[in-house]
C-alpha cells in the first residue's frame, strides 16, 4: 500500500474517531454500550496518558455528529471556561451508572516502548541473531493504535486551523509515518495550503472572480503569520495544548508544543515539502524489503544504547542519518538489496515529477515497476557487515550519497558529511563534530569485532530463575561490552591530554543523558 493511500485511509478513520477522557473505575463494556447508541463502532482502546483515554472510532461521521450533539459544555464554580467545542472529551459519572465493578484487567495500549533491561532479557531469549533483531523491531515500532492516535491528533488540530483555512489539511510527516518511528517519538506535522490555492483551474476568458488577499513579501512570512496565529489559538483555546513555542526564525518556521491527552510532544510547520518527499522516499524503501526496517531499527536501538545519538540537540548523529548510512550500505550489497534514488528517478511516470525550490525530488511511486535484484544476505550477515563497513569507511574523504550509491569527495570540510537526498547543497550531518565520529567510529570497530567472537554469538544458558544470559544482539546493547573495552584500549594508546578530553567529553555526555 502507497504511503499516500495510507494516510488518506488514516485521516478518514480520524475524522470518525473521539478522544474521551474517563475516570478508571468506569466499566469499560458498559463505557462502549453507551457509546454505540449513537451508531456502530469499528474500532476502540485505552491508554493512559495523564489520566484514562478512550480512542474510540465509529462507522460514520453521523454517529460522532449524534454523540457531539449529546455534550455539554461544563461549568465551575471558580473558574471560568473557554467553550472552544472539538471532538476531546470527558467523561462523568453522575451516579446513575454502576461503579461496584472497576475494570481489575483493563488492557492499556503502550505508548512509550519498552526499557533497554527488559529489551535485552526479551532478546536474550530469542534462539537466532535474525530472531533477535525481528523481536526488537516489533517490540519498537509504532503499533496500530499509536498510529491511529497520531492521525486523531493531527485531524483534531485541522479542525481548529480551519477555523481560518477551511480547505486546509494537517498531516503527519517524518518518524510518525516513514516506518522507521519507535514508540515515544514525536510527532511531526505539516499544516499544508497548497491544496487551498489549486483547489479550482483559472478560467482562459471570460470574467473570472478572485478572493481579495493581504500581500506579503514572501512565502516565508506566509508561514511565519500563519503559524504565529494558530500558535496563539493552540495557547488560548486547544484543550489539552501546553507548553506553545512559536519557534518562527528557525530556516523551517515551527511550532512546539505537548499534547497532553496523547502524551505526544509536537512539531507543527506548514509547506515543508522537502520533508515530506524525504518521508514517501522512507516509507518506500522500507516497503521494498523488510530487511531495511529490521537493520535500520537495530542500528539505532544500538546507537542509542551508546550515546551515540541522543534526544537533546547538539554534535550528536541524529537518527535520520544514521537511517541514511543504513540505506547506503544497502545500495553497496553486491547485488543491491535497495535501489539509488537516480534509479528510482529512472523508473518515474510523468505524474511523479517533481522539482521544489529548484531541487529534483522525482522518484516513482508505484511499487510494483521497482525490480529487486535477488540478495539472501542474512539479518546476522547484514548486520556484521554494516560495522565492519564504517568501521573502516575512509570519512576524511568521502561523502555519503544515496542518490548516486556510491562514495564522492566531500564539497566541503565537515567530519561526517552525508547528502541531503533531495536537497544536495545541504549537509545532513553538519552538526556532527569531530569528537563525536571518531566515537562511532571506534564503536563500529569494537561491535564489529565482538560479533565475530564465538562467546558473544553462541546463546548462553540461563542461571536459576531460567533468565538467559545476554547473547548476540542482547550483548550488543549493553554499555560495558563496547565502552568498557574502548576506554582500556584508549588508556594505552593516548597520551594523558587526551585522555583528559575523552574524561571530559564522557562527563559532557553523561550530564546531557
Not at 145 to 161: G, H, P, Q, Y
Not at 337 to 352: E, M, R, S, V, Y
Not at 454 to 461: G, H, I, L, N, Y
Amino acid at each position: 500500500k502507497s504511503l499516500s493511500a495510507l494516510q488518506e485511509e488514516r485521516l478518514q478513520q480520524a475524522e470518525r474517531s473521539v478522544l474521551i477522557g474517563y475516570h478508571s473505575r468506569i466499566n469499560e463494556q458498559k463505557l462502549i454500550k453507551n457509546l454505540s447508541r449513537h451508531g456502530d463502532i469499528n474500532k476502540y482502546f485505552f491508554y493512559e496518558s495523564y489520566g484514562v483515554y478512550a480512542l474510540v472510532e465509529f462507522a460514520s461521521g453521523e454517529s460522532v455528529a449524534s454523540l457531539l450533539d449529546e455534550a455539554v459544555i461544563p461549568t465551575y464554580s471558580h473558574e471560568a471556561t473557554v467553550p472552544f467545542k472539538s471532538r476531546l472529551l470527558s467523561l462523568k459519572n453522575l451516579g446513575s451508572a454502576d461503579q461496584s465493578n472497576p475494570q481489575s484487567n483493563q488492557q492499556f495500549q503502550p505508548q512509550t516502548s519498552m526499557p533497554i533491561n527488559q529489551l535485552i532479557n526479551r532478546l536474550a531469549k530469542e534462539e537466532t541473531v535474525e530472531q533477535q533483531l525481528i523481536s526488537l523491531t516489533e517490540a519498537y515500532q509504532l503499533t496500530e493504535e499509536n498510529s491511529r492516535l497520531r492521525f486523531l491528533v493531527c485531524s483534531l488540530l485541522r479542525d481548529l486551523a480551519a477555523t481560518y483555512f477551511p480547505q486546509c489539511t494537517i498531516k503527519p510527516f517524518g518518524s510518525s509515518v516513514n516506518g522507521f518511528g519507535k514508540l515515544g517519538c514525536d510527532l511531526d506535522m505539516i499544516l499544508d495550503l497548497d491544496g487551498i490555492r489549486s483547489m479550482k483551474p483559472k478560467p482562459k476568458s471570460g470574467l473570472s472572480l478572485e478572493f481579495q488577499l493581504k500581500r506579503v513579501s514572501s512565502d516565508r512570512v506566509v508561514t511565519q503569520s500563519v503559524l504565529s496565529v494558530i500558535g496563539e489559538s493552540l495557547d488560548q483555546f486547544a484543550p489539552g495544548c501546553v507548553g506553545v513555542q512559536k519557534i518562527l526564525n528557525a530556516r523551517c518556521p515551527l511550532l512546539r508544543f505537548a499534547h497532553q491527552p496523547s502524551g505526544f510532544q509536537c512539531d507543527l510547520t506548514a509547506n515543508n515539502r522537502v520533508a515530506v518527499k524525504s518521508t514517501e522516499l522512507l516509507y518506500l524503501y522500507g516497503e521494498l524489503d523488510p530487511r531495511v526496517r529490521f537493520l535500520v531499527f537495530t542500528v539505532r536501538c544500538w546507537a542509542r544504547a551508546h550515546n551515540v545519538t541522543s534526544n537533546i540537540p547538539g554534535a550528536w548523529i541524529t537518527n535520520f542519518s544514521l537511517t541514511v548510512m543504513v540505506l547506503f550500505f544497502l545500495q553497496k550489497r553486491n547485488p543491491p538489496i535497495i535501489p539509488t534514488l537516480d534509479h528510482l528517478k529512472q523508473l518515474a511516470a510523468p505524474a511523479d515529477r517533481c522539482a521544489i525550490d529548484g531541487n529534483d525530488c522525482t522518484f516513482v511511486s508505484d511499487f510494483s515497476k521497482i525490480p529487486l535484484q535477488q540478495n539472501s544476505d542474512t539479518l546476522e550477515h547484514l548486520l556484521r557487515d554494516f560495522f565492519d563497513f564504517y568501521a573502516t569507511f575512509p570519512f576524511s574523504k568521502m561523502s555519503i550519497n544515496i542518490r548516486t550509491g556510491r562514495e564522492q569527495h566531500k564539497p566541503e570540510v565537515a567530519p561526517l558529511h552525508i547528502q541531503n537526498p533531495f536537497e544536495p547543497s545541504l549537509n545532513v550531518s553538519k552538526n556532527v563534530n569531530m569528537s563525536q565520529l571518531d566515537r562511532f567510529i571506534a564503536l563500529c570497530q569494537e561491535t564489529s569485532w565482538l560479533l565475530q567472537q564465538s562467546e558473544t554469538m553462541t546463546p548462553r544458558a540461563g542461571d536459576q530463575r531460567d533468565t538467559p544470559a545476554p547473547w548476540g544482539l542482547a550483548s550488543l546493547l549493553l554499555p560495558s561490552q563496547v565502552v568498557g573495552v574502548k576506554s582500556r584500549r584508549k588508556k594505552r594508546r593516548e597520551p594523558a591530554s587526551e585522555r583528559i578530553k575523552s574524561l571530559l567529553e564522557s562527563l559532557k555526555n553523561n550530564k546531557a543523558k
